[in-house]
């Protein structure tokens, strides 16, 4: 449906000892893809709660394929391949600087009141930026 790629350089303070980024930096790098996705497209998370609304993560899941190390170029790429209605789900995949799959992964959010705490529906203005 949607897609956006933001690369990233793995920096050392995200590595191991060995020079491997640690498995949970990985949940960082979907964030970035995530929330430069929803700039590219004229929202941000500050826009939301300034809303009145919250995008918690209730799932995520991550498949490792192959390590990505310190200062490796990481291509991640963000989908989102069904109208969000309460919830909106993205898949992931990483991509080293030799173009290897070297992760994939998916993230489901939740549209959140601020107000309630309760789930609320995708917000209009969203649905229509995604030409839906």
Not at 100 to 108: M, R
Request: aromatic share 12%; charged share 25%.
């Amino acid at each position: 449906m949607k897609k956006f790629t933001t690369d990233i350089r793995v920096r050392y303070g995200e590595t191991d000892q060995m020079g491997v980024v640690y498995h949970g930096n990985y949940a960082t790098y979907f964030e970035i893809a995530r929330t430069e996705w929803l700039r590219n497209l004229g929202v941000t998370y500050k826009g939301l709660e300034n809303n009145g609304i919250m995008l918690p993560v209730i799932s995520l899941s991550f498949n490792f394929l192959k390590s990505a190390k310190y200062d490796d170029l990481l291509s991640i790429s963000v989908f989102l391949k069904k109208t969000p209605l309460v919830k909106i789900e993205f898949d992931y995949e990483i991509y080293n600087q030799n173009k290897e799959k070297i992760s994939t992964g998916n993230s489901v959010l939740a549209f959140i009141d601020m107000r309630t705490n309760k789930p609320i529906k995708c917000p209009d203005y969203i649905l229509e930026k995604l030409n839906l």
